[in-house]
């Protein structure tokens, strides 16, 4: 498994939105600084908190031209049903077949109550408007962690 670090060029990709829309690395290139948060899985409690709290910040998100974008591995309509029901104000991609997952090398062994099992480990990734990495957390905690993410962006 491969961690990724500050200063690398992010990994490209190319999935689905919630829309069944294709989204990129490269639509944001010059324009927009890019939010990658990962999270294990739709409407469970960490990842709700998650969404709740990058959606109450959206607009001070795309005052610093950043665009912010869940990933999991659940598929899109998952995802519509997720943002339908917590009105979420955030585009969610759905890395069904898990490659963006391993390109940021979140999908990684976990253990729960003793049981060893592959899964994603929540983790954000903040890339500038040229493509590169300038902040990488593993093992987030969700609480709060939009705020911190915010402030990061702003001393872009």
């Avoid at 109450?56 to 591995?73: M, R, W």
């Amino acid at each position: 498994m491969h961690l990724l670090q500050a200063t690398q060029k992010a990994p490209v990709f190319k999935v689905t939105n919630q829309q069944d829309k294709p989204v990129a690395l490269t639509d944001f290139a010059g324009k927009k600084n890019v939010v990658i948060y990962f999270y294990p899985k739709d409407d469970t409690p960490g990842c709700t908190i998650e969404a709740n709290q990058f959606t109450a910040l959206a607009k001070q998100f795309a005052e610093y031209d950043t665009v912010v974008l869940g990933v999991s591995k659940d598929s899109c309509d998952s995802h519509r049903q997720f943002i339908d029901k917590y009105k979420l104000q955030v585009d969610l991609l759905a890395d069904t077949n898990g490659d963006m997952c391993e390109a940021y090398g979140v999908w990684q062994e976990k253990t729960k109550e003793g049981v060893k099992r592959m899964g994603i480990v929540r983790s954000t990734f903040i890339i500038n408007k040229q493509g590169v990495l300038v902040d990488v957390e593993y093992g987030v905690n969700p609480e709060g962690h939009a705020q911190k993410v915010l402030d990061k962006i702003s001393r872009l």
